[in-house]
């Protein structure tokens, strides 16, 4: 079995305390603090839960031990509504969440049972998000209906697709294509512009570039009040409001602008570690204080640096949440959009 996999024994153990088995099974189990990975075995995740938990334990409690358990589909969504049903908010568990499960939960996605806006943060790592494309830079805002590849309406993409629309510029999706096809797909000519979001970005985009692919434009960064800024993973790439403002003279406004944002800031969430709502305010703290020390290991110090993550730490972790929850007039103003352009979700 891969290490960063989990033990039967593990596996039943974790599910026990988080509510996942009988009482009488639960019974027979020790309760140390519990990390729940919304992910199957062997997804990315898994690699940071394998990081992150010995070093969240050394701040939680004196030979305190996280439990592993791994649940669900790769986007998170099935190991989320997990966490919101059956997860008590006594502190004892933590989800470990890919952004795609936020970006599910922002767009409607009928899977979705959980409210991500109540979850208490305590740490992101988030990487960079760069549209690249086989085309002109200096002309491609005026190409006629771009070929963009992605998932599905609901899927990272939506970053990209949303950005062009208040871009103003015309694209037609290619739809059916994972991160990875999508490459795929701009390498071989079936889509001229995608998304890199998440971890190893500049690492995707120079492999790209051999096969004529330039940067378009960055998602951005955001700072710790919460403001969105220039991406200093890609310091010569214009950023998406510095171009907005060129492209239609001002800086982008409104409620699907701030959604925008919050699909823009979940695509390029390679994870959160969060809390449920209710959770009390010094359990929360002394789990923050834990993600601080944690993130300064050589672990995940080194983690971190091998997937090029811009931000590996607990202090934008707020404002990371506050951007992805949107207002209801952003999340009104998106779905309506999906519903109306993609007809999402399908009747």
Partial sequence: MSPLGVTRRRLLASAAGAGLLPRA?????????????????????????????????????????????????????????QFEARVAPDGETALLVPGEAAIAWLAGDPRVQFDAARWVAVLAGTGGGLVVGRVDPASWTRTHNLRVAGAGPAGLALAMMLGLELLGVSFTPVFGFTSSDARTALASGRAQVVLLAGAN????????????????????????????????????????????????????????????????????????????????????????RAAAQAVETPALQSAASQASLRTLAPLPAAAVAAALAASPDALLDLRTWLADRWHYPPA
């Fill in 201 to 288: 970005v500049p690492e995707q985009a120079e492999a790209l570039a051999a096969d004529g692919a330039r940067p378009l434009f960055a998602l951005g960064s955001i700072d710790a009040s919460g403001a969105p800024g220039p991406d200093p993973l890609f310091p010569g790439v214009p950023h998406f409001t510095q171009l907005h403002a060129t492209l239609r003279g001002a800086a982008p406004a409104g409620p699907l602008y701030d959604a925008w944002w919050a699909t823009a800031l979940a695509a390029q969430m390679t994870f959160g570690l969060v809390l449920p709502q209710l959770t009390p305010a010094a359990t929360v703290a002394l789990w923050r």
């Fill in 25 to 81: 099974a639960a019974a027979d189990t020790a309760a140390p603090p519990r990390l729940m990975v919304a992910g199957p075995d062997g997804c990315p995740l898994d690699g940071w839960a394998a990081a992150l938990a010995p070093a969240l334990a050394r701040g939680l409690a004196p030979r305190a031990q996280l439990r592993i358990v791994s649940l669900g589909g790769v986007d998170g969504v099935t190991g989320a509504n």
